[in-house]
């Protein structure tokens, strides 16, 4: 990039900018901090991140939740006899659902002149009932 040509001092009729002193890096507190925490890290220590009041409310917050699972535990410990019944029935009828699945996958599963096997019968029993009645 080019430099641009007011800067090679020729040209004496224009007025050139100076740079701009910041004020909050002159001023005596923001020195001092800066000094402070250049010790502190030649030495190795570093400053707290955390206020005091943050630390505290975090602390509460993890036994809050501690307490919370321990409550927990505890209850699906304790379970009274009619959550015991309940889940045993419920086990149940998922077996029975399971199964009924099962025998429908059979059931898919079947060769084509088996299903047309068991419907001729069933035809034949229901032509065999309806003479009987009449």
Same mark, same amino acid.
């Given at each position: 990039m080019?430099?641009p040509?007011? !800067?090679?001092?020729?040209?004496d009729e !224009?007025? @050139?900018?100076? @740079? %701009?002193?910041n004020p909050v890096?002159?001023s005596r507190? /923001?020195?001092d %901090?800066h000094? &402070?925490?250049?010790?502190?890290?030649k030495?190795g220590?570093?400053?707290?991140?955390?206020?005091?009041l943050?630390k505290v409310l #975090? =602390?509460r917050?993890?036994e809050?939740?501690i307490k919370a699972? =321990? #409550?927990?535990?505890e209850? /699906? =410990? @304790?379970?009274?006899?009619l #959550?015991i019944e %309940?889940?045993?029935?419920q086990?149940k !009828? &998922?077996? !029975?659902?399971?199964e +009924? +699945?099962?025998? *429908?996958? *059979?059931? &898919?599963?079947?060769p084509?002149f088996?299903?047309m @096997?068991?419907?001729?019968?069933r $035809?034949?029993?229901?032509?065999?009932g309806? $003479?009987?009645t009449?």
């Amino acid at each position: 990039m080019a430099e641009p040509d007011y !800067l090679d001092g020729d040209c004496d009729e !224009l007025i @050139k900018p100076k @740079k %701009l002193i910041n004020p909050v890096k002159n001023s005596r507190n /923001h020195q001092d %901090l800066h000094r &402070e925490l250049a010790m502190n890290q030649k030495r190795g220590l570093a400053p707290q991140n955390k206020p005091e009041l943050q630390k505290v409310l #975090e =602390k509460r917050k993890r036994e809050q939740i501690i307490k919370a699972q =321990k #409550e927990e535990q505890e209850a /699906h =410990k @304790k379970r009274s006899d009619l #959550e015991i019944e %309940l889940m045993k029935r419920q086990q149940k !009828l &998922e077996q !029975l659902e399971r199964e +009924q +699945q099962k025998i *429908e996958e *059979e059931q &898919e599963n079947t060769p084509e002149f088996v299903k047309m @096997k068991s419907n001729l019968r069933r $035809t034949k029993q229901d032509a065999d009932g309806e $003479t009987q009645t009449t």
